[in-house]
């Protein structure tokens, strides 16, 4: 797992209550791929390279992001653009 290390990061995996684990383009999670600890509803890449979950309102970096995108006029820009 090239990103584990030194900061944990959200992997884009949720769940609501009690519920399967969904992707943030809300396909379901294939849980033969890996396990994730613990009872939370966001899962994150730990210090161990594992898969842990925890609050989503816990303050992590992203495995992957994107620019902000911001409406100017009628047209789509990036922020800073």
Known sequence: MRYAGLTEHWI????????????VNGTQFNQQLFSIRGGGDCAYL??????????????RWWICSKPEVHMIGTGLHEKGT
Request: hydrophobic fraction near 15%; charge should be positive.
């Open 46 to 59: 730990n210090y161990e390279k594992r898969v842990s979950s925890s609050r989503c309102s816990t303050e």
């Open 12 to 23: 884009g995996l949720r769940r609501e209550s009690d519920q399967s684990w969904k992707w």
